[in-house]
């Protein structure tokens, strides 16, 4: 055996990864949940009673999800079973409940821990719940996304969801010293490539390991300086995936910015969307929406400009027409702000469910024949250009309906002359009764 090894160029004995050797022994050395393992958080408190429930531990990779299961099952006593949903199907879960059955039978729990759980299909998550009521075993599934977008409702409401942070710098400088005085030195780097180390990692800390590991192998003989680490260490691209929750999170992002009037932060979100890979004119059409929602009629000129950016991203394609866009948010963001006619079309909207089929008051209906004349249609119409001041002030709804208001301008940017103008029309309107 030891030379089909050294045939391949590798040792029957070789070394774990830096992040398996640095796996933590206990729950109180995993680094940045303190908010779920401290002696106060839910899971520590299950750790110190023993007892365990069901739950999802949701979070990004490297936070430590694999880790605190096996940690939970050996600090409460439980056996630790592992599965993956990438590898497993229907019959490695017949045989996990049956191994679970079994341990049960002699006085052991089990502690099931299924990892990438979202990757079963309906029919094979709705096949723990027997399992999990009958307390066969205690599922720990993790999962990098929304569980309410993933799992099952039934699952859902048989498990505690516990959401883990991605690893902040603290986190991760500790990580860094952890892996130094394992291996018994200094990683060769700068102060400020240091930090840049940390960065890119992006709040994974298995990354951060493996990074750390080929830093250590590398033995280079003087520390690397920030520009010598991008050489050495090719930059991750960030966490995007643009058909799951963190797709909607920043374009959510984006829009309330611009809503907000923050260009900054409409600028650095629509760099990260850009930079992970999504559509620009998926984002051009949001800015489209924007415009007409939440500038609308206090810049008209906005709604505008947002087909004109489109369009010069059409023409231009990446990266040049992403000026435009940018152009567009900064715009955006900084133009007066007005839902007026968004809230004031809801309303209309509302009125019309509400009111029916009501027909149009008699002298704005159409009369193209003699009897829609004889029928009163048209008469008493007063056309507005004909009228002093050119508003005649009649009433343009249903006879059988009062009066509503739906448009409200608010009275900044353009708004402010509408305003005025709707005010002068009221009173007028008024007057003439």
């Not at 750790?47 to 050996?74: D, E």
């Not at 859902?156 to 500790?174: G, H, N, P």
């Not at 448009?407 to 709707?422: N, T, V």
Request: aromatic share 8%; glycine share 8%.
């Amino acid at each position: 055996m030891a030379d089909l090894f050294e045939a391949a160029g590798l040792t029957p004995h070789a070394p774990a990864p830096l992040a398996d050797r640095l796996r933590p022994q206990s729950l109180s050395e995993v680094v940045g949940q303190d908010h779920l393992l401290g002696p106060e958080g839910p899971i520590g408190r299950m750790a110190q009673a023993h007892r365990l429930a069901s739950m999802i531990l949701w979070g990004p990779p490297g936070t430590g999800k694999t880790t605190i299961a096996r940690l939970l099952a050996k600090a409460a006593g439980y056996e630790f079973q592992q599965l993956s949903a990438v590898f497993s199907g229907v019959a490695d879960l017949k045989k996990a409940f049956e191994q679970a059955r079994a341990r049960r039978l002699a006085g052991q729990s089990t502690l099931l821990f299924v990892d990438e759980i979202h990757r079963f299909n309906r029919a094979q998550q709705d096949g723990f719940l027997p399992f999990v009521e009958e307390g066969i075993v205690t599922l720990v599934g993790a999962t990098t996304e929304n569980p309410s977008f993933e799992l099952n409702g039934a699952l859902l409401s048989r498990c505690q969801v516990f959401v883990l942070k991605r690893l902040d710098d603290e986190a991760l400088t500790s990580l860094l010293a952890k892996a130094e005085a394992h291996e018994g030195r200094e990683l060769p780097l700068e102060a400020e490539a240091r930090a840049a180390l940390v960065a890119l990692a992006d709040g994974d800390g298995r990354y951060l390991l493996t990074l750390a590991e080929t830093l250590f192998n590398i033995g280079a003989a003087k520390p690397l300086s920030t520009q010598e680490l991008g050489q050495v260490l090719q930059k991750r691209s960030p966490a995007y995936d643009k058909d799951r929750e963190e797709h909607y999170n920043l374009i959510s992002a984006l829009h309330k910015s611009i809503r907000g009037s923050d260009p900054d932060a409409a600028l650095y979100w629509l760099a990260r969307m850009l930079g992970g890979g999504e559509d620009p004119l998926y984002i051009a059409r949001r800015l489209v929406r924007a415009a007409a929602e939440d500038i609308g009629a206090a810049d008209p000129m906005a709604l505008v400009l947002a087909n004109a950016a489109k369009d010069t991203y059409d023409f231009l394609g990446s990266p040049e027409g992403e000026i435009a866009l940018a152009q567009l948010v900064v715009h955006l963001a900084t133009a007066p702000k007005s839902n007026a006619v968004y809230m004031a079309f809801k309303a209309a909207q509302r009125a019309a469910r509400e009111t029916g089929s009501l027909m149009p008051p008699a002298h704005i209906r159409n009369a193209p024949t003699k009897l829609m004349k004889d029928l009163g249609y048209g008469k008493g119409y007063a056309y507005d250009h004909d009228v002093e001041g050119g508003f005649s002030g009649q009433n343009y709804f249903p006879d059988e309906m009062e009066r509503r208001t739906f448009y409200a301008p608010k009275g900044d940017g353009a708004e402010r002359e509408i305003k005025a103008r709707l005010e002068r029309w009221r009173a007028a309107r008024e007057q003439r009764g």
